[in-house]
Every structure is written in structure tokens, then in C-alpha cells.
């Protein structure tokens, strides 16, 4: 295991890195490793909050790695909570949100941290995410919902056309995330902020147990002016949903924190149209996939998945 890097000043870091761990052991003392590895330039502390894991997570970080400051929860608070509580005691001028399931490249860390000085007006910025072959991970950055891009997502177009800009407007098209470019939503993986800001905000709303609280925050953001920015020199390997292994309950999940994102930031008189569209999204899959799975045998996983959202709708239909 890495030792602690020597460019990093204990006494006055400018940054507090804080990773929100469950039941990831390998992945967060790998990510872990290549946090320390790769930057030589930015002085900052990390903190791991472990909510409540199972598999020696907690034991495991504190003996590869003393330098780091670990909070072994007895319970699982969710990654807004602990984020919001690990936050509330920081000291240093800026904040790094970093997935467990991640690995730091080469000058990330280093690269992101200029990258937010050089533009305050972005208040949060993020960088670019791979998978483990180097194939691009979009998964790094959004644009919000809107009434155009529920009615693609429900209807399927933003499916067929993954590449269209019109039809798939949330992921973008087809762009590569090889550019800067000004975004509304950087993802909690890899995310970069002030700790005044942080404040400001208040933290994550704790009403997103799981899914869609960075994407609440960034709208936050910018209804006080800021612009969130991302930069492709500041890369990482994200594997995403290392903690979460069931789909459908996955699915519903990200369901629930949709609705809610509509409810708090679409004009009242649309929300009913975003409740619609998410049912159609949901309601759609299920009844085709199933039919065909009665019909040809074919896809019955797929079927049950979207069969067991369905009957969980009366659930996230209405948000947090």
C-alpha cells in the first residue's frame, strides 16, 4: 500500500477529501491507493466514512492506511448524510466528493483543484470518468430533466437515439466529455466545491437517502448564479453502482429521486406532466417486456425487473 504522500501538509490542507464507504473493502482501499499516488501537488486530508459495512471495510482502511481520518458508523446513514456530517466538521478552504469505486489518474486530484481556482464562477466542478477498460464513462455529468427530456426518456428516444443531443439531451449526444464545457449537473463521484459554498447550500437536502442529491445541489447552485464546469484533464475510473446490486430496487430509487428533482425544480403547474412521463417510463417497459416474456420465453429478467417497478410505483410516484 501507498505511504502517505509527502506533499501533503497535515498542518494546512487545502482540501478535504471524503469518501462515503459500504461494503467496497478492496475498491475503497484501491481508491485509496491511487488517491495518494497520483497527487503530488495538492495538500489535503481525507476522511472515509464508512456506513455501517459488513465486509471489514472499516478494519481494513485504518491499518493499510493511519493517515487517514475514519468514521465507522454503526448504522447506514446514506451518502447525503454522511457526506453532510463529514462536511460540517471540515476546516480546509475546498471539498472533494470521491466515490469508493473509483481510481484516481494521473494529477486528478492536482488538475481538478486548478481547474476550480481558475474558474470560481463554476462553484462545482468535476472532471471525466472511465471504465476499467478506458472506454468512456458519461457518467460524470448532466443536464437537467425537463419536460422535453422525461417525454424522450419515457417514450424511448433518448434510447434509440443515444447519440442525439435533441433526443437524449440529459447525457448530452454523443459528446465524449474531451472538452471544458458548463454543465448543470456534476456527479457526486467526483465532485469539487468551496466549503463556503458548501455551506451556503446547506450540504445535500437529506431527503435523497440515495440518487439525485448532487444533482439537487448543483441546482442550487446555479439558482444563486454559479455555472457547474467540468474538465477532461482530471480523470478517474469509476465501476458505478459497486454498492448498490439490486436493479429493480436500484431502478425505483433513481425513480423516487427523479420525481423529487421535478417536484423541486420544475414550475408546479408541470409536475403533474413529470409524475406522468416517469409512469408511462416505467409502466411501458413493463407491460412490453412482459408480453414478450410470456410470449417467447425471452427476456424474463428483464421483465421481472421492470414488473417489480411497476408495482413499486406507488412508492417513488410521489418523490422523497
Aim: charged share 20%; hydrophobic share 45%; with cysteine.
Amino acid at each position: 500500500m501507498s505511504q502517505e504522500n509527502p506533499n501533503v501538509s497535515p498542518e494546512r490542507p487545502d482540501l478535504t477529501v471524503i469518501i462515503v464507504s459500504f461494503n467496497t473493502r478492496d475498491l475503497t482501499l484501491k481508491a485509496l491507493e491511487t488517491l495518494y499516488d497520483t497527487t503530488k501537488e495538492t495538500s489535503f486530508q481525507t476522511v472515509v466514512f464508512d456506513n455501517a459495512s459488513s465486509d471489514g471495510s472499516a478494519e481494513a482502511i485504518a491499518e493499510a492506511f493511519p493517515q487517514v481520518a475514519l468514521i465507522a458508523s454503526t448504522e447506514n446513514l446514506g451518502f447525503a448524510k454522511a457526506n453532510n456530517l463529514v462536511a460540517a466538521e471540515a476546516t480546509t478552504d475546498w471539498i472533494l466528493l470521491l466515490n469508493p469505486d473509483t481510481e484516481c489518474h494521473a494529477g486528478a486530484v492536482d488538475n481538478l483543484m486548478a481547474f476550480s481556482k481558475a474558474n470560481p464562477r463554476a462553484g462545482i466542478t468535476g472532471g471525466r470518468t472511465v471504465f476499467p477498460d478506458g472506454s468512456l464513462n458519461i457518467a460524470s455529468c448532466w443536464m437537467r430533466i425537463t419536460p422535453w427530456s422525461a417525454f424522450c426518456n419515457a417514450v424511448g428516444l433518448s434510447s434509440i437515439f443515444p447519440g442525439s443531443k435533441l433526443f437524449n439531451s440529459e447525457a448530452m449526444g454523443s459528446w465524449q466529455r474531451d472538452t471544458v464545457r458548463e454543465v448543470d449537473i456534476v456527479v457526486g463521484c467526483f465532485m469539487m466545491l468551496p466549503r463556503a459554498l458548501w455551506d451556503q447550500l446547506g450540504g445535500f437536502d437529506l431527503r435523497y437517502f440515495m440518487y439525485g442529491e448532487e444533482a439537487d445541489l448543483c441546482l442550487r447552485a446555479k439558482a444563486l448564479g454559479y455555472q457547474p464546469m467540468v474538465t477532461p484533464d482530471a480523470e478517474i475510473m469509476h465501476l458505478v453502482g459497486a454498492s448498490s446490486k439490486a436493479q429493480a430496487r436500484k431502478y425505483s430509487m433513481i425513480a423516487k429521486a427523479r420525481m423529487t428533482l421535478i417536484q423541486d425544480h420544475w414550475p408546479p403547474a408541470a409536475v403533474p406532466f413529470g409524475r406522468a412521463m416517469l409512469q408511462l417510463w416505467a409502466g411501458s417497459r413493463a407491460a412490453a417486456l412482459g408480453s414478450i416474456a410470456k410470449l417467447s420465453g425471452k427476456k424474463r429478467d428483464s421483465a421481472q425487473k421492470w414488473i417489480e417497478i411497476w408495482q413499486d410505483r406507488k412508492d417513488w410516484r410521489q418523490g422523497y
